[in-house]
Nanobody, 124 residues
Framework: QVQLVESGGGLVQAGDSLRLSCAAS????????MGWFRQAPGKEREFVAG????????VQADSVKGRFTISRDNAKNTLYLQMNSLKPEDTALYYC?????????????????WGQGAQVTVSS
């Protein structure tokens, strides 16, 4: 399995930007579709964005469409989430995850490897 470590979280104000990174171990990063999920206190884990193995296709949740962009650099074994125009409702623990499913999967059960999470807090 691939090991995943998120970084780049923090405390920001509404309207600010942040970029999350997810570093993957091993030499097989390009064989995994990747995704970002988030979980706020008392809520279920929800899909944020997913990207295919090559990076050619991606999908975002409606709640972040137009504000968040997922990307990957297979040469650096790294996944990114650029978050712009942040809102207080974006506050959550953000997880990156790896999947063997083709395309850009969006369901929790399609992902088999998870990072430990990075906290993002947006103040109003």
């Amino acid at each position: 399995q691939v090991q995943l470590v998120e970084s780049g979280g923090g405390l920001v104000q509404a309207g600010d930007s942040l970029r999350l990174s997810c570093a993957a171990s091993g030499r097989t990063f390009s064989s995994y579709a990747m995704g970002w999920f988030r979980q706020a206190p008392g809520k279920e884990r929800e899909f944020v964005a997913g990207i295919s193995r090559s990076g050619a296709s991606s999908v975002q949740a409606d709640s972040v469409k137009g504000r968040f962009t997922i990307s990957r650099d297979n040469a650096k074994n790294t996944l990114y989430l650029q978050m712009n125009s942040l809102k207080p409702e974006d506050t959550a623990l953000y997880y990156c995850a790896a999947s063997r499913t083709l395309g850009a999967p969006s369901r929790v059960y399609e992902y088999g490897s998870w990072g430990q999470g990075a906290q993002v807090t947006v103040s109003s």
